[in-house]
């Protein structure tokens, strides 16, 4: 079990620092296309192929702690990938961090060591069939449930050209994009396991295929979501439907239960909580030290913030930082932009 989280852990850092340093070498590169120049340029800037390498890599050992633990233990340790993408760009990219980061660092910490110890392996000897059309069903009425709703939405800020943020629309694409996750990682799982019982060995491949599509249409939610909303609000509602969707799914779709020893459900279930706990702190930490009494303010912000602050007040944190964009755990996943605001 131990050797699955330190697998997805690396994996999943793979995924956020590699999109942090393609992020970065794009800095000084055309827009991508086909084009022979543009191809190449890519291929010989060394920041940005370093990113891509790491990329594919933390995707493969996604895949790798999939094929060997329950959903339920990668799934929520997965959501771990913005605290380490944070402790990155604190000591990479020189980003300033609060009180409340380390606080939200620290939990996830916890909850993966949490997850670790309660999590135990399970062996399917067969998958429910007959609760997967169910799941599907439960999936599609869901979506157009949002849809409704959110058409509902916009048409009644039309009617009474309301302005401002538009909260509803951010909420249904952040729980949209993650539920596209959650099923993504399910869908991987189950590949792995219809290949153990004896399935084609096809269905490996066609099973990664169906998990990088859920993958690619969750990042167009995402991405609609963040281009108008804010991130922290879109952010926090991908992460925990990712989470929780993905935990749901393994146990409906691939007959994954909590253990039965009431200490290890403890720590299990604990676990889960300190790691939604923590990346709910981390994408909107900004905010709560603001709505603080200026006493905790000070006792939040630390010293090299302070230092920042004096030296670059352009830059300061509570101006400016928004998480961009995710891909997620089996092959994409979500992370911060050091120049825009985590708010």
């Known amino acids: 079990m131990w050797e699955s989280v330190a697998l997805t852990l690396a994996g999943t850092a793979g995924n956020n620092i590699g999109k942090v340093l393609q992020k970065k070498g794009t800095h000084i590169l055309p827009p991508l296309s086909l084009k022979l120049k543009v ?51 604190h000591f990479y990219l020189k980003e300033v961090m609060n009180g ?26 067969q998958i429910p069939l007959f609760n997967i059309p169910w799941l599907l069903l439960s999936v599609v009425i869901l979506f157009v449930l949002l849809n409704t709703w959110l058409h509902m939405y916009k048409k009644q800020r039309r009617e009474q050209e309301l302005t401002g943020p538009e909260v509803i629309e951010e909420i249904i694409y952040g729980l949209e994009s993650g539920i596209l996750f959650g099923i993504s990682s399910v869908i991987s799982k189950m590949g792995f396991v219809m290949s153990e019982m004896g399935f084609p060995k096809l269905v490996v491949p066609a099973a990664i295929s169906c998990s990088v599509c859920c993958s690619a249409i969750g990042f167009v939610y995402q991405t609609r979501g963040l281009k108008h909303g804010r991130a922290i609000v879109v952010s926090t509602c991908t992460s925990v439907a990712s989470i929780v969707s993905g935990v749901v799914a393994g146990m409906i779709a ?10 290890a459900r403890f720590f299990l279930l604990l676990g889960w909580f300190f790691i939604i706990t923590g990346v709910i702190l ?18 939040l ?37 050091p120049t825009k605001e985590k708010a």
Not at 65 to 87: D, E
Not at 254 to 263: F, N, R, S, T, V
Request: charged content about 15%; hydrophobic content about 45%; proline content about 6%.
């Open 39 to 89: 191809v190449k340029a890519y291929a010989f800037n060394q920041l940005w192929i370093s990113g891509f390498l790491m990329d594919m890599c933390g995707a493969a050992l996604m895949l790798t702690a999939l094929s060997q633990a329950p959903v339920s233990v990668v799934q929520p340790i997965a959501g771990c990938g913005l605290a380490i993408l944070c402790v990155f760009s």
């Open 100 to 125: 409340l980061d380390w606080v939200a660092i620290t939990l996830a910490g916890l909850g993966t060591i949490g997850v670790g110890v309660g999590g135990e392996e399970q062996k399917v000897d």
């Open 254 to 263: 691939l007959d994954e239960h909590l253990p039965k020893a009431p200490m």
């Open 282 to 299: 981390l994408v909107s930490s900004t905010r709560l030290i603001a709505r603080l009494p200026r006493p905790v303010q000070k006792f």
């Open 301 to 337: 912000k630390s010293n090299m913030e302070r230092t920042h602050s004096i030296r670059r007040p352009s830059s300061a944190r509570g101006k400016d930082p928004i998480p961009t964009t995710t891909i997620h755990t089996s092959s994409l996943h979500l992370l911060t932009s």
